[in-house]
């Protein structure tokens, strides 16, 4: 898989493949109410291409893998005790960060996550910091094998589930 910075080119390839990840969400069992779609956004896919802050995975000529890591988190991160104290502009967020169904088992996921440390550290991050819904056990077997910490437990209401749900918090000290 070659990874690289998006650009407004793959913008309807992304926003197809977010889609795509949306209506396999919604089959899990730890959505109940399912996944309303629309995340992340248009806009925030926009800004985040904008800002060089939008990663995608190609293979085979396709979109297969992506993420976001920027600077923006919900507000329940602040709430929380971080292992390392830092301004928001020392520490990055990692979002949406998924891999089509039919590319998994191919440690596409461990790819994408070893970028973005490789990037955060690029950046003179301190930190990367990331929410896991509670009941989602296969990502944070993948954070944890590179360093994550588990930091906290919060409730969060994003659009795209519709309804407040727990997540866990976890930390990377870079």
């Known amino acids: 898989m070659k990874l690289e910075q998006a650009t407004m080119d793959h913008f309807a390839e ?4 977010y889609d795509l990840m949306c209506r ?4 899990k069992d730890f959505l109940p109410n399912g996944d309303q779609g629309g995340f992340p956004s248009p806009d925030m ?15 085979g000529g396709k979109i297969v893998a992506a993420y976001i890591m ?10 929380v005790r971080w292992q390392i104290d830092a301004a928001p502009d020392e520490v990055v967020i990692l979002h949406a960060l998924r891999v089509l169904p039919d590319y998994g088992g191919r440690g596409f996921s461990k790819q994408l996550v070893e970028h973005a440390i490789r990037t955060a550290k690029n950046w003179s991050q301190k930190a990367i910091r990331l929410d ?5 056990d296969i990502p944070v077997k993948v954070y944890q094998s590179f360093g994550f ?7 969060i209401t994003y ?14 000290v870079l």
């Open 14 to 17: 992304i926003l197809s493949f």
């Open 24 to 27: 396999v969400l919604a089959e």
């Open 45 to 59: 896919v926009k800004g985040a291409i904008a800002s060089g802050t939008q990663f995608i995975g190609i293979e």
């Open 70 to 79: 920027n600077h923006d988190c919900d507000d329940a991160y602040h709430t």
């Open 132 to 136: 896991c819904i509670v009941g989602n």
């Open 149 to 155: 910490q588990y930091v906290d437990t919060v409730e």
């Open 159 to 172: 659009a795209d589930i519709g309804a407040p749900m727990q997540f866990r918090l976890y930390e990377l």
